[in-house]
């Protein structure tokens, strides 16, 4: 192509968006390794002799961490992108690597310091999603439900995918695995570090259909996954086999690059057609007709509207007066509104209940007699389907809303209902019903959190989206706390010593507390069910208080402001040039005529 510059094409390719949607992809599929936390746990729970109680409790800091994440919010309201990714891969080394260190006990530890540990290498999570998702949501805010769902799906494939390079990297050694969930996350971070970043994004017409070529290549990685987890159910591999699985993840991982340079590069030849100009532009053969060929001396030029000055009021004055919904809210008018706190409580009770059967599945596994290698398919059909979960949620969401006005919290409603189906099916345990449990548990987790960031940046607008996005994150680890500590492993641990008892055992120092049997968890799934059940009646309260708002087009001050951009632009230079955007590239006016 006729100036076509390796150099030049190759900075324009890296400092674009679509380079910076495909880091962000990376560093979400790094992100969810809390998540994996069941692989784990196991050789946390035999090495230092916790019982489940004890277990559950570290488990608990770990979601704390994960989703506790207003911190990062408020520092990334006054710091770039790149340092909360910074801060993010700091604290995720140092967190796990702690870990390592404690499980392979090379340092002394306790209960409190493995609560810290866990806590802080999770809490990365939060700085990832702060730095990479918030930043992407923010330079395309109508294609919110779609940005947020497919980065959530990578989010949602981390732990399938770490885990074959895991088995490739270190074998089954699972004290190694704490350590490669030190290292590997924080390394992709701190590789991508200038590269996310607020810019102005020119939408461009078939940018939908972008998303769609990554959505399928993401689709395809999951395919991969799951056809890995069921053949390595079935079959033995060895260390040179899951190095080829890991292999073929690898290049799927790095796929999206391929679409990314075909759209820059179209781009590219989009602003650099050749043209032959002579009193005028002529386009190349092919190519639409150019808008406004009029000189533009000749165009009127717009009368730039006067601009109030904004009234000053105090800021506590507004705390309880916020603006329509799809407006700007404070983080404090959102904070203390009514609809913050149905969606706050829906999430407590909903991502609560799921998280505590995905944490929990190691042990429920046990406890119906399942072999270790099916507890592991378990964990990794939860990833899979948390995957599926958050794109089906974003994409099908934003396409029901865009369309037909389906209002996002119905389908939050839909999802909180599906999960009692779950939780009844740990609770009472027909046969291969762990199987479908996993499925719907991680596919119902997964679909959560897209509708909920959704939701929030819908009603509160983007303007403390960072802060506000993590607030409605703490809604987890408090559901968890109540539902996972004190109803989880309370009743599993009673169980376990009655059944001790009847045995006519004495539980020694050190041993692990263990329970045999459906009973274990059976009368916690039932309560989880019924709370479960409970959010979703919450968050059909929500459906009615925004039925108007979501009739409405919400998206509608976006597309005015693009419009308005889109319009011929007039400037005028301080050598008397004007440049206008004539649609089919930069046209400049000037003495000698007009210019492309």
Not at 67 to 77: D, K
Not at 262 to 278: D, H, T, V
Not at 313 to 327: A, M
Request: aromatic residues 12%; glycine residues 8%; proline residues 4%.
């Amino acid at each position: 192509m006729e100036g076509f510059s390796t150099k030049s094409f190759t900075l324009k390719l890296i400092k674009g968006s679509w380079f910076m949607m495909f880091a962000s992809f990376l560093i979400m599929s790094m992100a969810g390794i809390p998540y994996m936390f069941g692989l784990y746990s196991s050789t946390i729970k035999t090495v230092l002799g916790y019982d489940q109680t004890t277990l559950n409790f570290i488990s608990f800091f770990k979601d704390v961490g994960t989703t506790v994440g207003v911190v990062a919010g408020l520092i990334n309201e006054v710091t770039p992108p790149w340092s909360i990714l910074a801060m993010g891969a700091l604290l995720n080394f140092f967190g796990y690597f702690m870990i390592w260190l404690s499980v392979s006990e090379k340092i002394p530890t306790h209960v409190w310091l493995m609560c810290l540990y866990i806590c802080v290498g999770a809490n990365a999570t939060t700085f990832a999603n702060t730095g990479a998702l918030v930043t992407c949501v923010k330079n395309y805010p109508q294609r919110r439900g779609v940005v947020i769902g497919i980065l959530k799906g990578y989010m949602g494939l981390s732990g399938a995918i770490v885990t074959q390079l895991y088995h490739a990297i270190y074998g089954k050694d699972e004290k190694s695995l704490i350590l490669l969930l030190g290292w590997l996350p924080a390394a992709v971070s701190l590789v991508f570090l200038p590269t996310v970043r607020r810019m102005k994004v020119e939408h461009e017409e078939d940018e939908l259909k972008v998303f769609y070529r990554f959505l399928y290549i993401s689709l395809g990685l999951a395919g991969f996954l799951m056809i890995m987890i069921i053949l390595q159910q079935k079959f033995s591999f060895d260390r040179g086999e899951y190095g080829g699985s890991a292999a073929v993840v690898t290049f799927l991982l790095l796929l999206p690059i391929a679409v990314v340079v075909a759209q820059e590069f179209k781009s590219w030849r989009r602003l650099n057609k050749p043209a032959a100009i002579e009193n005028g532009i002529s386009p190349s053969p092919g190519s639409p007709p150019l808008k406004n060929t009029t000189p533009m001396s000749l165009l009127p030029k717009k009368q730039k509207p006067q601009q109030q000055q904004p009234i000053k009021t105090e800021w506590w004055k507004n705390v309880f007066n916020p603006p329509p919904r799809g407006d700007d809210w404070t983080i404090l008018q959102a904070l203390f509104s009514f609809d913050m706190f149905l969606l706050f409580l829906a999430t407590a009770c909903g991502v609560g209940g799921t998280l505590t059967a995905i944490d929990n599945l190691g042990q429920i596994g046990q406890s119906q007699h399942y072999p270790k290698k099916s507890i592991s398919t378990f964990v990794s059909l939860v990833s899979i389907w948390n995957y599926l979960g958050r794109v089906m949620a974003g994409f099908l969401s934003e396409h029901l809303l865009v369309k037909y006005k389906f209002p996002r919290p119905l389908m939050l409603t839909i999802v909180l209902l599906l999960s009692c189906i779950a939780h009844l099916l740990i609770a009472f345990n027909p046969s291969g019903g762990l199987y479908i449990a996993s499925i719907l548990t991680g596919f119902c987790y997964g679909a959560q959190w897209p509708l909920l960031f959704a939701i929030v940046s819908e009603i509160f607008g983007l303007k403390y989206y960072a802060t506000l996005y993590n607030f409605g994150s703490v809604a987890s680890p408090v559901g968890l706390y109540l539902l996972n500590v004190n109803v989880a492993g309370y009743l599993y641990d009673k169980e376990a010593k009655k059944q001790l008892a009847m045995a006519g055992r004495i539980r020694k120092t050190g041993e692990e507390l263990v329970c045999n049997g459906t009973v274990c968890f059976k009368l916690s799934f039932v309560i989880i069910t019924a709370v479960s059940l409970f959010g979703a009646l919450v968050s059909l309260v929500l459906v009615l208080r925004t039925k108007k708002f979501y009739k409405s087009d919400i998206y509608k001050k976006f597309k005015e402001a693009e419009e308005a951009a889109e319009e011929v632009e007039e400037e005028e230079n301080d050598d008397g040039r004007v440049v206008r955007n004539g649609g089919g590239g930069l046209m400049e006016e000037t003495k000698h005529g007009l210019r492309q």
